[in-house]
């Protein structure tokens, strides 16, 4: 008998042999399992069998079901006179496969929509039948993907499949790959830098993209070793660092116990300069042949003599010390260089004789124009000056507005100013502005450059004259 409920509605026992009477009530559920016991995917058939055959029988039919139902009752009821029995079963059927809902992470993405680290994915879904059993759960951990995706199915409680379900995600757990540092600017000197240098990184991403490279500044401390650390972060929030290397120095050498020491015709300088100096320069003021200052010296030793200078004048020398990386050191030294003994009255030029009218270097001077004078555009001037004893030519400079716009060697003592001319690569007019010139006389070949004492300057100013 299966299990089942068994109403006796009336039971008679006359002796063992009476209970032979009682009705016999039992069903088979096809297809399996035939007690009818849990739920059915397919179309089901309920059939009854009943002893003796002779009972009355109530219900008891054969049925198909073919549409789902949480649970429909069947019963059958035998009565054979003196007892009744009733039976009673429940059918369920399910065709119909569930449907599955979502995906749901086990926690928010870890940054700007991307994870970075393995994330567990719960499906969920419904039945209207038998209900949900249970939904498949995964964990995703790579490949990187911006369009990751993981699969997913539900199950009814009478095992029917739901269709599968793609769940997408941007999974990215690969740091950026750091691939340079760019400065703002050269190395200063040699490959050094010598003041603070700002570092713009670069790095790459295939996945999800750069999210964040700082720029770095380095400051110190000096080292022909030193580094630096760059960081970058992509859109994922993956991290990555590399050490970037430079040579950095912002400590000048030391440059000490200048002297200048006057000579006849000469200056003479020594100074103490530290291991780390790579070059030395001197610049004079006066300069060679301009008020401008001029190096006299380049190199690396612990002196040098001047012999280009004129005694009686005073002249300043800016010794300057430079190392590797162009960190430079500076001091300051005055030397007038004197005649003494027999070298106090030198000799005159001997480049000949003497000019008509030509007069002594000391006394030398500028004529025409006269200084300040006013001179009216388009009028270019003639410029003169006294002949300089045993001068074979001379050497004529026209600045306007403190820069340089002529320089030229006539022969004689006087220069006829042009209204356009060539000078330093470019096309130059005679136009409005405060012009100021000087002369030196040259001795011997000008490849010599042998150039006697400057005359002037002197100033003259091109305008128009105002009116009353």
């Not at 994870?115 to 498949?136: E, H, K, L, M, P």
């Not at 380049?298 to 190392?323: C, K, W």
């Amino acid at each position: 008998m299966h299990l089942a409920t068994v109403l006796a509605a009336a039971m008679l026992l006359v002796g063992p042999a009476s209970a032979e009477a009682v009705p016999s009530v039992d069903y088979t559920c096809t297809p399996a399992p035939a007690d009818c016991s849990g739920w059915f995917r397919s179309n089901v058939t309920i059939q009854w069998t009943v002893l003796p055959s002779s009972a009355t029988r109530t219900g008891c039919q054969t049925r198909t079901y073919s549409s789902d139902t949480k649970g429909t009752n069947e019963f059958c009821r035998a009565t054979d006179g003196t007892a009744t029995v009733t039976v009673e079963t429940s059918i369920k059927l399910d065709k119909t496969a569930p449907v599955i809902t979502g995906g749901q992470p086990s926690r928010g993405a870890d940054v700007n929509g991307w994870y970075n680290r393995a994330v567990g994915i719960t499906f969920s879904g419904s039945d209207q039948t038998s209900g949900i059993d249970f939904c498949t759960s995964t964990t995703y951990g790579g490949p990187d993907s911006a369009s990751a995706s993981v699969t997913g199915r539900c199950y009814d409680k009478a095992g029917n499949p739901s269709g599968a379900l793609g769940y997408g995600l941007k999974y990215d757990q690969t740091a950026p790959v750091l691939t340079g540092a760019t400065p703002e600017r050269p190395p200063d000197a040699g490959g050094w830098f010598n003041h603070p240098v700002r570092f713009d990184i670069q790095a790459g991403d295939a996945t999800s993209g750069i999210a964040d490279c700082p720029s770095v500044t380095y400051g110190g401390p000096d080292s022909a070793a030193a580094s630096f650390t760059g960081s970058c972060r992509d859109q994922a929030g993956n991290p990555a660092s590399r050490i970037f290397s430079l040579k950095y120095d912002s400590i000048p050498p030391v440059l000490s116990e200048l002297k200048a020491t006057g000579g006849n015709r000469s200056v003479t300088l020594s100074w103490r300069a530290s291991p780390d100096t790579e070059s030395l320069e001197v610049m004079r003021t006066p300069g060679v042949g301009t008020d401008a200052p001029t190096s006299v010296f380049r190199g690396l030793a612990g002196g040098f003599m001047d012999a280009r200078v004129e005694n009686g004048v005073r002249y300043s020398y800016e010794v300057r010390a430079y190392d590797a990386a162009g960190n430079r050191a500076t001091q300051t030294a005055v030397g007038v260089p004197v005649a003494t003994g027999s070298d106090a009255a030198p000799p005159g030029p001997t480049a000949g004789a003497p000019q008509r009218g030509a007069v002594r270097p000391g006394r030398a001077r500028l004529l025409s124009p006269r200084p300040g004078a006013l001179v009216r555009p388009g009028h270019p001037p003639r410029l003169e000056w006294t002949p300089v004893r045993g001068a074979r030519y001379y050497n004529l400079q026209l600045w306007r507005n403190g820069r340089k716009v002529l320089s030229t060697w006539p022969a004689r003592a006087h220069y006829q100013l042009k209204r356009k001319w060539r000078f330093g690569g470019r096309v130059w007019r005679f136009e409005r502005g405060r012009y100021r010139w000087l002369v030196w006389p040259g001795y011997g070949p000008r490849s010599k450059g042998d150039y006697g004492r400057r005359i002037g300057p002197s100033t003259f100013r091109v305008g128009q004259p105002r009116s009353g």
